[in-house]
């Protein structure tokens, strides 16, 4: 049986709210020392931005993150995914909230 990754703790926005989607929730402290090993150190900056699957366009405004930009090994981590258990040191682990925003980054 496969784990379940819990939903953000973000709270949904309103439709109607003019102000947009609450700031995003980073989910542990992240070390970018901890990141060497899976290249992502280099990502710590995207943490907040806005993950833009391969080939799709980018938002129209903010900061973003275009998974072309990846270097695999990778895997991008949505709420409510199934991970296997199956762990590599040098896979990058990127985490979205369910505003498609990077909110965590680990090695495994």
Same mark, same amino acid.
């Given at each position: 049986?496969?784990p379940?990754?819990p939903?953000s703790?973000a709270?949904a926005a %309103?439709? %109607? %709210?003019?102000?947009g989607?609450?700031?995003p929730?980073?989910r542990?402290?992240? $070390? ?5 090993g *899976?290249?992502g150190h280099?990502?710590v900056p995207? $943490?907040?931005?806005t993950?833009v699957p391969r080939?799709?366009?980018p938002?129209?405004?903010g900061?973003?993150l275009?998974?072309e930009r990846?270097?695999?090994p990778?895997r991008?981590i949505?709420?409510g995914?199934?991970? %296997?258990?199956?762990?590599s040191?040098?896979?990058?682990n990127?985490? $979205?909230?369910?505003?498609g925003r990077?909110?965590?980054l680990? *090695?495994?």
């Amino acid at each position: 049986m496969f784990p379940t990754f819990p939903e953000s703790s973000a709270p949904a926005a %309103s439709p %109607s %709210s003019p102000s947009g989607p609450p700031p995003p929730v980073i989910r542990q402290p992240v $070390l970018p020392e901890y990141l060497v090993g *899976c290249r992502g150190h280099v990502l710590v900056p995207a $943490l907040g931005m806005t993950f833009v699957p391969r080939n799709a366009p980018p938002p129209t405004s903010g900061q973003y993150l275009r998974e072309e930009r990846l270097t695999v090994p990778y895997r991008v981590i949505r709420p409510g995914d199934r991970m %296997s258990q199956d762990r590599s040191a040098q896979r990058l682990n990127v985490e $979205l909230d369910s505003y498609g925003r990077v909110v965590g980054l680990a *090695c495994g």
